[in-house]
């Protein structure tokens, strides 16, 4: 079994900051990709930031940043200079070679992100 806990959501004035932390856990052989996902009220779930840094939402850039701790199996997101429409819940998602010797992707359960204007 592989589980992916997040936490670091909260509540948080504009203009403030934020750090979520996604762990993997579980029998894990390699993770090839980590990143993040958002749902806003009222809209689809969107692409926030990929591990690799190479894939930015282009609301974040500039704001937030990807980071990775493979000894960890760890992926944060450092979100500076909040908004309240980066107001979402937050989900990690990773493609994990797991005990099936597939790789195949999870999710967290996701973080709520509040900002108040």
């Known amino acids: 079994q592989v589980q992916l806990v997040e936490s670091g959501g909260g509540l948080v004035q504009a203009g403030g900051s934020l750090r979520l932390s996604c762990a993997a856990s579980g029998t894990i052989f390699s993770i090839e990709t980590m990143g993040w996902y958002r749902r806003a009220p009222g809209k689809q779930r969107e692409l926030v930031a990929t591990?690799?840094?190479?894939n930015y939402a282009d609301s974040v850039k500039g704001r937030f940043t990807v980071s990775r701790d493979n000894a960890k199996n760890t992926v944060y997101l450092q979100m500076n200079s909040l908004k309240p429409e980066d107001t979402a819940v937050y989900y990690c998602?990773?493609?994990?070679?797991?005990?099936?010797?597939?790789?195949?992707?999870?999710w967290g359960q996701g973080t709520q992100v509040t900002v108040s204007s």
């Open positions: 591990s690799d840094s190479t």
């Open positions: 998602a990773a493609s994990i070679l797991d005990y099936t010797h597939r790789y195949r992707d999870y």
